[in-house]
Each structure stands twice: as C-alpha cells, then as structure tokens.
C-alpha cells in the first residue's frame, strides 16, 4: 500500500471552500484513492473515491493529476459542522491483494472558525 | 438502511473478565470488519471477514476473538485483556466483492480495561 502525506491541520473559516491535498509518490497503477471523514468519538465516514482527473459528489470533489502522485480533497463552502479529521487513503480495490483493507494515514486536522 | 450499530456503547472490564462486543447491520454487506482505534491516532484494522468466513487477521493477540455467526453478526469476544487494549473498538462493513472502499462504520464501542 502506498504511504500518504498529509498537513496534520489547517485552518479555514465559515462560507470558505478548503482544499486538503494527499501525497502518494509511490502509488500503483491499481490503486485508487480514497478518503474518509471523523468526526470525534464516531466512526469515519466514506467521502470520496477516484482513480484519475477529477470526481465530483454531493458533498466533496476529488482533483487527481495526471501523474497522479497527489490528489486533492475540495469542500466547498465549509460549514461549522464540517470540523472533522480527514483522511486519505490509497490502495488497490477490495478483491486484488489487499482484499478490505483500509490503512489510514495520520489524516488532517480541519477546523473551521465562525 | 444504512446503519451498523454496536453495543455496548462503553465497556469497562478488569483484566480477568471475559466479554463480547457486538456489531449488527442489515444492508446484505457480506464484508465485516474490526478495527481498533487509540486516541488521537487514526483506526487501525485488526480483522475482515468475508461471507462470514475470516478473511484478514492482522496478527491480532488471541486475547481478542472474533467469530461471524451470521451474515448480519459481528462479534468481538475480549479475555484476559491488558490496559493498552483501552480504546475505541470500531466495526464497519461493504458489500463484497466490491470496486469500492466505500466501508459503513458503527459509532464504536469505548472499552476501558482496568
């Protein structure tokens, strides 16, 4: 599974759209990128899945370049309640090798400021 | 339906006490997974079951038991555990086989052993 980098915290404030970027150098070409929210003392919550360029839902969008050795988490217009540890995660999909297996990073700290 | 729930929500247990976590969902998920997490640090995954058979143990100390009895069933038997074992216990499923990493997460269970 390929090692992620992440901020260990940011800061933003109300209204205001965030951007949280992942590095993965050693990605593989099976790998997709994954990431999760937690909010304290409840279980992560799915976010956002993409393989390459850019994948959009509901709540998050998920920028990946070409190299795909980064990629990037965009919340748009952030609210208090968006105050979360988020991780990103890489690896093959569930059925190859790593059958199910999530390996979380340190993840980033956002806290959004009234 | 979209919700795992465990009980109990808190557990204190002794060192010589023997106790059950216990995870429940009804989503048809054939994929259930254990995962410990200690404070501050990210959740870390200790077993995966797959159509009800163990699929992954992450060298996880037989002090911790895990058994399947059903499709929905997700038990977490707990002996003879030390105070490091102290943390949030975390269940999650997906459906399997899947293109996703999309796992459903339980509230947890907070276990302090003293």
């Known amino acids: 599974l390929a090692k992620t980098t992440q901020p260990i915290s940011m800061d933003s404030y109300e209204g205001q759209e965030v951007n949280i970027t992942c590095s993965h150098n050693?990605?593989?070409?099976?790998?997709?990128i994954t990431w999760y929210q937690q909010f304290p003392s409840q279980g992560p919550r799915f976010i956002i899945q993409g393989y390459k360029t850019k994948v959009t839902n509901e709540v998050a969008s998920l920028f990946i370049p070409a190299d795909r050795k980064s990629s990037t988490l965009s919340l748009p217009r952030v609210s208090l309640s968006d105050t979360a540890v988020y991780y990103c995660l890489v690896g093959d999909l569930p059925g190859g090798t790593s059958y199910g297996k999530l390996t979380f990073g340190q993840g980033t700290i956002l806290t959004v400021h009234p | 339906d979209t919700e795992v729930t465990q009980t109990p929500k808190h557990l204190v247990m002794g060192m010589t006490n023997k106790k059950s976590l216990k995870c429940e969902q009804h989503?048809?998920?054939?994929?259930m997974y254990w995962y410990k997490q200690k404070a501050k640090k990210p959740p870390e995954l200790m077993f995966v079951?797959?159509?009800?058979?163990?699929?992954i143990n992450e060298s996880v100390p037989s002090r911790f038991s895990p058994e399947c009895p059903n499709s929905s069933l997700l038990n977490l038997h707990l002996h003879a555990l030390q105070p490091e074992d102290s943390a949030l216990y975390l269940c999650?499923?997906?459906?399997?086989?899947?293109?996703?990493?999309?796992?459903?997460f339980g509230p947890g269970t907070r276990l302090t052993v003293t």
């Open positions: 989503m048809g998920h054939r994929a």
């Open positions: 999650a499923s997906s459906q399997a086989p899947s293109g996703s990493y999309e796992q459903y």
């Open positions: 079951y797959s159509y009800e058979k163990l699929s």
């Open positions: 050693n990605i593989a070409t099976n790998d997709y």
